[in-house]
Every structure is written in C-alpha cells, then in structure tokens.
C-alpha cells in the first residue's frame, strides 16, 4: 500500500504554543512588584503545607511509594524527613500545599492558583540545587524559584 503523504512534515505549532515557549525561554525581567508577591504567596503556600502536617489524612499521601527507597541527592519535602525523587516531592507538596486551600478558587474566574505549581517548582529547585552543591556548585537562589512562580502563573 502506498500513500502520498509525507509523515515526515510536522505541521507548525499553534501560535499560543510558540508565544509561551517564547515567554518562558526570553522573559521580560519581572517587576520588583511581581517578585514581591510572589515572595508573599511563597510564604502563605509554605504555611499552609506546614499546617496541613497535621492532618492525617494528608500525611498518609506523602513519602517513598516503596517505604524505604532513598533518592540520592532526593528532593525534601517541606516540615517532613522525605526525601524523593523530584516526581514524587511534587506530588506531595502539591498534596500539602492545597490540602487546606484546595477551595478558595470556588467558583472563581479562574481556578487555577498560584500555588498550583509550586509542587513541581520547589522539588525540581530543590533538586537541582542539591545536585549543585553535590558538585560544588552554589544553590539555585530564592529568586530563581520566585522567577519560575512568575512565569507559571
């Protein structure tokens, strides 16, 4: 059987798809403004995932699927021991981090949040930084982590 179609012709991307990566790859330095912010929302997810420890019922979500699995250079888990691989650090500061919020988006416009993306932020800043230092690199900074909750949202 033969055709005429060339398989090997992507079709160009949608144009959203192209201004994001464009966004995401030469952002626009983000105001003094934004950054503050994001500092303040930094602060209140951090809370909330610390007082969401509390919960049993969140808690038994976190750490290893295989109990005793330790990740070399593992991304932590914020007020826990866990230590993961970045995948499943995500999953679970993502877990605590909405685990008392998860409604305050209710009805809104939007039902995103901000601290939607900080699961998947924190553990992959986190575990870049600890590969870093294992190399003797320096951390990622603060304001790299504050930058991708800028683009994020």
Same mark, same amino acid.
């Given at each position: 059987?033969?055709?005429?179609?060339? &398989?090997?012709?992507? =079709?160009?991307?949608?144009?959203?798809?192209? $201004?994001?990566?464009? #966004?995401?790859?030469?952002?626009?330095?983000?105001?003094?403004?934004? #950054?503050?912010?994001?500092?303040?929302?930094?602060?209140?997810?951090?809370?909330?995932?610390?007082?969401?420890?509390?919960?049993?019922?969140?808690?038994?979500?976190?750490?290893?699927?295989?109990?005793?699995?330790?990740?070399?250079?593992?991304?932590?888990?914020?007020g826990t021991s866990h230590e993961l691989d970045p995948v499943?650090?995500?999953?679970?500061?993502?877990?605590?981090?909405?685990? &008392? $919020? #998860?409604?305050?988006?209710?009805?809104?416009?939007?039902?995103?949040?901000?601290?939607?993306?900080?699961?998947?932020?924190?553990?992959?800043?986190? #575990?870049?930084?600890?590969?870093?230092?294992?190399?003797?690199?320096? =951390?990622?900074?603060?304001?790299?982590?504050?930058?991708?909750?800028?683009?994020?949202?």
């Open positions: 059987m033969s055709t005429n179609v060339d &398989l090997n012709n992507r =079709p160009a991307p949608d144009q959203v798809l192209v $201004d994001i990566a464009r #966004y995401v790859c030469n952002p626009d330095l983000p105001s003094q403004e934004a #950054y503050d912010t994001a500092r303040s929302c930094l602060i209140d997810t951090l809370g909330c995932g610390l007082l969401a420890l509390r919960f049993p019922e969140c808690t038994k979500h976190l750490g290893p699927i295989v109990p005793g699995t330790t990740v070399r250079h593992g991304a932590r888990v914020p499943k650090a995500a999953w679970d500061i993502g877990a605590m981090v909405r685990w &008392l $919020d #998860y409604n305050d988006t209710w009805l809104a416009a939007e039902w995103g949040h901000p601290s939607d993306n900080l699961g998947g932020i924190l553990a992959v800043a986190d #575990y870049l930084s600890r590969c870093r230092v294992a190399a003797g690199e320096a =951390p990622l900074p603060i304001r790299t982590v504050l930058t991708a909750m800028i683009q994020a949202h």
